[in-house]
C-alpha cells in the first residue's frame, strides 16, 4: 500500500472554491483502479490550509493517476491554486487496526 498526504496552503477566502473545483477530480480519482481513498478536505482550525489523503494499494496505480492528472491538467485550465504545497508518499509494508 501506498499513502499520499500532505498540505496545501491558499488564501483563506479561496478555500472554498479551491475545494468544490476538485469535486469532480476526487471523483474520477476514487474511481481509478488501485485507489483506496482520496481525500482533499479543509483544516477546521486553519482557513488557509487544506489536507490531502489518498491510499493507493499499489505504486503503480499511482503512477497511472499521477499520469492522468497531469495530461488532464495540461488540457484544462484548473481554476484555484494553491500558494504552497508540501505533500510525502509513504510506503506502507503493514496494516492493523488500532486498539483502544
Known amino acids: 500500500m501506498v499513502i499520499v498526504a500532505g498540505t496545501m496552503e491558499l488564501d483563506p477566502d479561496q478555500r472554498d472554491a479551491f475545494l468544490a473545483g476538485r469535486l469532480d ?19 477546521p482550525t486553519d482557513p488557509g490550509r487544506v489536507m490531502l489523503f489518498e491510499r493507493w494499494a499499489r505504486q503503480e496505480d499511482l503512477d497511472v493517476h499521477l499520469a492522468a492528472m497531469r495530461a488532464r491538467a495540461s488540457s484544462v485550465g484548473t481554476g484555484v491554486a494553491p500558494k504552497a504545497a508540501s505533500i510525502f508518499v509513504y510506503d506502507v509494508t503493514g496494516e492493523r487496526p488500532l486498539r483502544r
Open 25 to 43: 477530480g476526487m471523483r474520477t480519482s476514487r474511481a481509478e483502479p488501485g485507489c483506496l481513498e482520496y481525500t482533499l478536505s479543509a483544516d
